[in-house]
């Protein structure tokens, strides 16, 4: 992998022409936009205080609502697009977290090596084994469902899989010829971290955020959804609970169930086809292999075919 | 000049390749040319050296021989002739049916030529089952202990795993596999590299002594002259994907009409040290896809003049049986045409 | 490596990580603020006998460990109790016979309720996974075989667009479109009430509530290791030996089956193992929905009712069900790669 600017504007020129990648990233900017753009794009105030009446709930879509209305008569649009804002927060707070706690625990482990890593690695995979969304449950339903509590949990059981890849990049990128010779010539160990290792296995890392979030809001979502949000908050596993739990389904409130789902759908798969992109922008590998398709003697015209006379012989 | 005679220069030919034509393609750049026009052939018993440096076009020569090109490959011209069969004519199950049968491989860096989750005698079995009738399993599985005990390994150990063999007995193991159907020729494709030098000496021993014990037909790739004047009967000089010279190995070591030969010789310059390089030749093998015009070796040729960075040379016959791609040979020939 | 040390390590690592398990399922539910032995003896629900009955079982008027009250390390405390009557002691000593408490909300033994559900969630996970990885694996050999074809180009799309999918969202979706347009059951594992006049009729009825989940199940996961199975079998498709197989003469078939697919195995074992964690967490949400009565579905109840001894005896399941099928894992592993099993 490059580090060097020219190498990043590579990286960039191929991700151009990465179809996968550039489409994530035009999902996710869209995203973004709608998150940031709520207020002036919702066409009602999801946090207005009004009083429910009986005959608003579940209306199916209509020119006033164009995705109905929830099981408390709101706008299910309005909702909607003000959700963006919570999986997205939580996604990017929470991946920070996960991203900052995995790559120090990969970089150290990997780095220092011996009996640190031993405890380290040990460490992880402990918590890789043990599953992160029963254990969420269990924490988020023992302490208050708050926002911040939702990031923090998320954040500190996700941190595993990249311990893991910072590691494995750590290892390999500690063999090359300059850190060795910084090594050797006694540089000090947070010095060849800051100034050799780190930007090798940064890219590893940015790639490894992208599919760190997504992992986030899904896990959101899934804690949201299972009763476990944040009751100041209407994010998209929210409305999914509440539509899900509150008779949607009996009232054949199809809208209330498949709009919020679709911008979860959205979100995530944004950021998975980003992160192939970038992976492969990254890593262009070839992926060929000795059964790939055999076109051998593809161009090969007929007549070469006939053995042709040796006039190769000069002046004999 | 001198003039040799081949003892099957009357005969027709084993293998027949001519004007055989490769090229890399990749969708941004235009194609590598690998192989270029090569012709040559290898006669029943014999053994023929392929020698280059690494890049010139060697195992491409040796996978296209088997159609075992990667994707990226493509042969666009050229013949291959087995006896009368046109190899390249064939379809693939037709090819496939031929493979192993007639050509073996021993291939290069063979640490991984083996899988590692069958055994090693399954796999030598594996090969006499696909091609020959082994309805008999004991047969069968004496056969695969004969072929180990002909490469010196203990028959019993055919049920061990690749893991638990050495280097030196996987490449033994390899060529045991390699003569599990009887093949009219062997392929050797730098099959020492990535082994110590007693081991190798070893494996090369193994080589010549089953070559006289079979009458193999061999063509053994190696960028080590050394290794060829021990074992092979002729040698074919390779550089840039093109022939560079193609002569029996007293003219290749006596009377080296190419420059890159001469250069080659120079850098091992005694041949029963094979690993004593003492220099090696400056600069590298040309860019496939960016060819010179003229002559491939130009940019580095000691040699070099005027006419070669214009045209190609052609393969010029010094003897019947000794080609070399150099203007050098020409003007030689027309120069003694002059005396004459 | 031998066999017999390979095993060894294995179990006991696997010991090891139960352990640390059980010794994080006490703290959890002691550290936090729903500590669920605090919350019983508040428990409207509950007679003052059962409180009194929890008090005792959980060993409240005992410090949590040697030299603490409680958990807030402030509380020093007397360092000369008989470590025996520490609340961690009992609940070790209630752990191991197998006593997980009483369930607030049903008054039954956890561990009964829990028993029965473990099947539950196994049968489930069996049929959902099964058909997972026999499909996954099969397209995956097929995008690998045609890497970089249209073949592999619509494989890749789909696995995708289905890991990006909220299982309990698909579930939803399903629940929605089967129960509307197919008429089958809106959830649970039998219908209530439902007098069976054969045992035909019944597996009838058990195959009509597990459709739909383990349908949610398999495309899930389907798309997963499809994936897995591609880049490993492509990887493995670019090794040397495939080359000399092919060299050998052997067809793509033989190819694939003699030679690539075990060596495909060995990381699919591995990578299948490293995902039970989603495998599990796939279980809460599919039962969540389909109020299918396994170990997941408990993790919601229990959630929603406040009911802390099953939340606690479920997850300690759960997570236990992990590690042995990690271990499993590890074990299948050990039997299929050669150079684990010779010495
Ligand atoms: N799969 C491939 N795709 C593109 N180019 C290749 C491929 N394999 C080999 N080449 C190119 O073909 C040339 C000849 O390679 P090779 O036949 O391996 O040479 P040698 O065996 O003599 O070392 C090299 O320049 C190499 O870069
Ligand atoms: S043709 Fe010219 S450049 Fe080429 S080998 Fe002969 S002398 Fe050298
Ligand atoms: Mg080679």
């Not at chain 2, 590298?284 to 000691?302: E, I, K, M, Q, V």
């Not at chain 3, 690998?144 to 073949?151: D, L, Q, S």
Request: hydrophobic share 50%; proline share 6%; glycine share 8%.
């Amino acid at each position: 992998m490059e580090t060097t600017a020219a190498g990043y504007r590579g990286v960039w020129a191929r991700l151009r022409r990465n179809p996968m990648g550039m489409i994530g990233l035009i999902m996710l900017v869209v995203a973004i936009g709608v998150a940031v753009l709520a207020p002036w794009i919702s066409p009602y105030d999801p946090h207005a205080v009004t009083r429910v009446n009986i005959l608003d709930i579940y209306q199916p879509p209509s020119p006033a609502h164009w995705f109905g209305t929830d099981d408390a008569g709101r706008d299910v649009l309005s909702n909607f697009l003000y959700g963006a804002r919570v999986s997205l927060t939580v996604g990017f707070f929470a991946s920070f977290i996960s991203v900052t706690v995995g790559g120090l625990i990969g970089i150290s482990a990997g780095f220092l090596g011996g009996r640190t890593e031993g405890i380290l690695m040990r460490f992880t995979d402990i918590m890789l084994v043990i599953p992160d969304l029963p254990l969420a449950v269990v924490i988020v339903a023992l302490t208050k469902p708050s926002l911040t509590n939702i990031i923090l949990v998320i954040g500190l059981l996700g941190w595993t899989g990249t311990a893991r890849l910072v590691r494995a990049q750590t290892l390999s990128v500690k063999q090359r010829k300059f850190v060795v010779r910084a090594r050797a010539i006694g540089a000090g160990n947070s010095y060849i971290i800051r100034r050799h290792i780190f930007p090798l296995v940064l890219p590893l890392i940015v790639v490894n955020t992208v599919l760190v979030i997504s992992l986030a809001i899904l896990n959101e979502s899934t804690l949201s959804f299972l009763g476990l949000g944040d009751p100041a908050t209407l994010s998209w596993g929210q409305m999914l609970n509440y539509a899900f739990t509150r008779g949607a389904m009996s009232a054949g409130a199809w809208w209330a169930l498949v709009v919020p789902g679709f911008g979860i759908v959205w979100v995530v798969l944004s950021c998975t086809l980003l992160g192939q992109g970038l992976e492969q922008a990254l890593n262009p590998r070839l992926t060929t292999h000795h059964l790939a398709a055999d076109r051998t003697l593809k161009n090969l015209p007929r007549w070469e075919l006939e053995p042709t006379p040796v006039e190769q012989a000069g002046n004999v | 000049m001198m003039t040799e005679v081949t003892p099957h220069a009357h005969k027709q030919p084993l293998l027949e390749v001519k004007r055989l034509s490769v090229d890399y393609v990749d969708p941004s750049q235009p194609p590598a040319q690998a192989l270029r026009d090569l012709t040559f052939t290898l006669h029943r018993g014999e053994a023929l050296g392929v020698v280059g440096e690494s890049g010139c076009g060697k195992s491409t020569l040796m996978l296209a021989l088997m159609r075992l090109l990667p994707a990226a490959g493509r042969i666009v011209g050229g013949s291959v002739r087995l006896d009368d069969i046109e190899l390249l004519a064939l379809s693939e199950r037709e090819m496939a049916a031929l493979r192993w049968k007639r050509l073996a491989m021993i291939f290069q860096g063979a640490m991984n030529a083996l899988n590692p989750v069958r055994t090693v005698g399954d796999q030598i079995a594996e090969a006499i089952r696909l091609h020959e009738d082994a309805s008999d399993a004991r047969a069968l599985d004496r056969r695969v202990g004969e072929l180990l005990d002909l490469v010196g390994i203990a028959a019993s150990r055919r049920n061990q795993y690749p893991f638990q063999y050495s280097g030196g007995m996987r490449q033994r193991a390899m060529i045991a596999m390699a003569l599990a159907c009887s093949p009219d020729i062997v392929i050797a494709d730098e099959p020492t590299t990535a082994l110590d030098v007693m081991i190798q000496a070893q494996i090369l021993q193994l080589l010549a002594d089953l070559r006289r014990q079979l009458n193999l037909s061999i063509l053994l790739v190696t960028h080590d002259l050394g290794i060829v004047a021990e074992l092979c009967d002729r040698v074919l000089v390779m550089y840039g994907g093109a022939l560079a010279e193609y002569a029996g190995v007293d003219a290749i070591y006596n009377a080296p009409a190419h420059p890159y030969t001469q250069e080659l010789l120079k850098a091992f310059p005694d041949p029963t040290r094979p690993l004593q390089r003492l220099a090696s030749i400056p600069g590298s093998p040309p860019r496939l896809n960016d060819l010179p015009p003229g002559c491939r070796f130009a940019p580095r040729c000691p040699q070099v003049f005027d006419r070669c960075h214009l045209t190609p040379p052609r393969v010029y016959a010094i003897t019947s049986d000794h080609l070399a791609s150099c203007f050098l040979v020409e003007t030689q020939q027309t120069r003694g045409a002059r005396h004459e | 490596m031998h066999r017999s040390s390979y095993l060894a390590g294995k179990l006991g690592w696997a010991a090891f990580t139960i352990l640390f398990v059980i010794v994080l399922n006490f703290f959890l539910f002691r550290i936090l603020p729903g500590d669920p032995a605090r919350a019983g003896i508040r428990d409207p629900r509950l007679t003052a006998q059962a409180q009194q009955a929890i008090r005792e079982r959980f060993g409240l008027d005992q410090p949590v460990i040697n030299c603490f009250e409680s958990l807030n390390p402030l509380t020093l405390g007397n360092c000369a109790v008989n470590p025996l009557d520490t609340q961690f002691f009992i609940y070790a000593s209630n752990l191991l016979r197998g006593e997980l408490g009483i369930s607030y909300h049903t008054n039954r033994p956890v561990l009964d309720i829990l028993g029965e559900r473990l099947w539950n969630t196994l049968l489930l996970i069996g049929a959902g996974q099964v058909l997972a990885i026999v499909l996954g694996m099969a397209v995956g050999v097929l995008a690998a075989w045609k890497a970089h074809t249209p073949v592999d180009y619509t494989a890749l799309g789909f696995s995708l667009l289905a890991w990006s999918l909220p299982t309990f969202w698909l579930g939803i979706i399903l629940l929605f479109w089967g129960s509307t347009y197919l008429g089958l059951p809106i959830g649970g594992k039998v219908t209530p009430g439902m007098v069976y006049a054969n045992s035909w009729e019944q597996l009838a009825d058990l195959a009509r509530h597990l459709f739909l989940p383990s349908l949610t199940y398999t495309i899930v996961f389907l798309g997963e290791y499809m994936l897995i199975m591609r880049s490993t079998l492509v990887d493995v498709l670019s090794e040397d030996y495939i080359l000399t197989a092919k060299a050998k003469g052997l067809t793509h078939f033989q190819i694939l089956k003699d030679h690539a697919l075990k060596n495909a195995m060995l990381p699919m074992v591995t990578i299948i193992a490293l995902n039970l964690g989603f495998t599990v967490a796939g279980a809460v949400q599919i039962e969540s929905v389909f109020s299918w009565p396994g170990l997941g579905g408990a993790i919601f109840e229990a959630v929603n009712r406040r009911d802390y001894p099953m939340l606690q005896g479920a997850f300690l399941l759960l997570a236990i069900s992990v590690i042995v099928a990690n271990l499993i894992a590890d074990l299948l592993y050990g039997y299929l790669d050669p150079r684990v099993q010779a010495d």
